[in-house]
């Protein structure tokens, strides 16, 4: 059974870069995927992998990422400066991260409109 | 905000520093199995005559930063020097099994697990380092990877130059358009750092990235 959960902004909003990144991870390493409002800041994306890779074991092997975000090309130049001041000012809440563990998202694809997710297969073992 | 500005006034009054003396550091970096380590032993054979490290299939051959140091390349009367500095693989995934399939022993394989993670560390904590980066994909694989957009988006934060290399040319499945579509904002070369196809192409980007 695959669990999924979702990680409102606001519950990260008032968290420092290294308290948002376990908080993140911990749920990760409870088996779960993690669906995040918005996404983190370039330095954290960099720290999660950083951090993750410090906690990897013989269980837990590391983890799937993906942001998906909105084009802010689309919306021109004034809505783009617009959006980018309040991403500084509040934090980009903008499209989602997916964050997965590696043990159960093989793959996260993306094309890069739409995501794709793929799970690794568990093996039963069958009762003589 | 203003701190930000500062940061990247500083960093280009150092890399300005960096430029006028034509001694740089130039770092390799990408996900594992890209062809970093490829294209630093093409580097080295064409300017020094020797190969810089080993090469594998298997995943995180290279687990330390190596660095060579002081290579002169000279093209259309220009001349640059730089250190060159290959990087391990940046992944978010480590698993050791991966490795056993590959044909490693258990204990190999872990301790080979062991070292890559560390490996992907040092190669983070080392972007700091550099004052300009070749980021080298894999033009056969899917250039939308999360590993390879935070690497760029570090990179840019960080105000550090930036040359795109979409290796292995020589395949069929390479997409080289995959990836400029995919990193519009940077200039994208396509190489066969094994078979040495486009590398003048990729020094004069070199050139325009540094020098």
């Given at each position: 059974m695959l669990t999924f959960q979702f990680v409102p902004y606001s519950k990260i909003e008032d968290l420092g870069s290294a308290r948002r990144v376990h908080m993140l991870l911990d749920l990760v390493k409870q088996n779960k995927i993690v669906i995040l409002e918005g996404r983190l800041k370039k330095e954290e994306e960099k720290d999660l992998i950083e951090i993750t890779m410090e906690e990897i074991n013989e269980r837990f092997k590391g983890i799937e990422l993906a942001v998906i975000s909105p084009d802010k090309k689309k919306g021109g130049f004034f809505k783009?400066?617009?959006?980018?001041?309040?991403?500084?000012l509040l934090g980009d809440r903008s499209g989602f991260t997916i964050i997965g563990p590696a043990t159960i998202v093989k793959q996260i694809k993306k094309d890069p409109d739409k995501i794709e997710l793929l799970t690794r297969e568990v093996k039963k073992k069958k009762r003589k | 905000m203003?701190?930000?500005?500062?940061?990247?006034?500083?960093?280009?009054?150092l890399r300005n520093i960096f430029k006028k003396k034509k001694h740089l550091k130039l770092g390799l970096y990408g996900p594992p199995n890209g062809g970093k380590t490829t294209l630093a032993n093409r580097i080295c054979q064409d300017w020094l005559g020797e190969d810089m490290g080993s090469v594998s299939n298997i995943a995180h051959?290279?687990?330390?930063?190596?660095?060579k140091e002081q290579i002169n390349i000279k093209s259309k009367g220009k001349e640059l020097s730089f250190n060159l500095?290959?990087?391990?693989?940046?992944?978010?995934?480590?698993?050791?099994?991966?490795?056993?399939?590959?044909?490693?022993?258990e204990k190999e394989a872990k301790q080979r697990a062991k070292e890559?993670?560390?490996?992907?560390?040092?190669?983070i904590k080392w972007l700091d380092e550099m004052d300009a980066v070749v980021v080298v994909l894999d033009s056969t694989k899917d250039p939308y990877s999360q590993v390879n957009?935070?690497?760029?988006?570090?990179?840019?934060?960080?105000?550090?130059?930036?040359?795109?290399?979409?290796?292995?040319?020589?395949?069929?499945?390479?997409?080289?358009?995959?990836i400029q579509?995919?990193?519009?904002?940077?200039?994208?070369?396509?190489?066969?750092?094994?078979?040495?196809?486009?590398?003048?192409k990729f020094y004069e980007g070199l050139f325009a990235l540094v020098g």
């Amino acid at each position: 059974m695959l669990t999924f959960q979702f990680v409102p902004y606001s519950k990260i909003e008032d968290l420092g870069s290294a308290r948002r990144v376990h908080m993140l991870l911990d749920l990760v390493k409870q088996n779960k995927i993690v669906i995040l409002e918005g996404r983190l800041k370039k330095e954290e994306e960099k720290d999660l992998i950083e951090i993750t890779m410090e906690e990897i074991n013989e269980r837990f092997k590391g983890i799937e990422l993906a942001v998906i975000s909105p084009d802010k090309k689309k919306g021109g130049f004034f809505k783009s400066m617009k959006s980018n001041l309040i991403n500084t000012l509040l934090g980009d809440r903008s499209g989602f991260t997916i964050i997965g563990p590696a043990t159960i998202v093989k793959q996260i694809k993306k094309d890069p409109d739409k995501i794709e997710l793929l799970t690794r297969e568990v093996k039963k073992k069958k009762r003589k | 905000m203003v701190v930000n500005l500062f940061k990247k006034f500083i960093n280009k009054v150092l890399r300005n520093i960096f430029k006028k003396k034509k001694h740089l550091k130039l770092g390799l970096y990408g996900p594992p199995n890209g062809g970093k380590t490829t294209l630093a032993n093409r580097i080295c054979q064409d300017w020094l005559g020797e190969d810089m490290g080993s090469v594998s299939n298997i995943a995180h051959e290279t687990r330390e930063i190596q660095i060579k140091e002081q290579i002169n390349i000279k093209s259309k009367g220009k001349e640059l020097s730089f250190n060159l500095v290959d990087t391990p693989g940046i992944a978010t995934k480590v698993d050791y099994e991966d490795f056993m399939k590959a044909g490693l022993k258990e204990k190999e394989a872990k301790q080979r697990a062991k070292e890559a993670t560390k490996g992907v560390i040092d190669a983070i904590k080392w972007l700091d380092e550099m004052d300009a980066v070749v980021v080298v994909l894999d033009s056969t694989k899917d250039p939308y990877s999360q590993v390879n957009i935070t690497i760029i988006g570090n990179l840019q934060a960080r105000d550090i130059p930036v040359l795109i290399v979409g290796n292995k040319i020589d395949l069929k499945k390479s997409k080289i358009k995959k990836i400029q579509a995919a990193f519009p904002q940077y200039n994208v070369i396509g190489i066969s750092a094994k078979y040495g196809h486009n590398m003048d192409k990729f020094y004069e980007g070199l050139f325009a990235l540094v020098g």
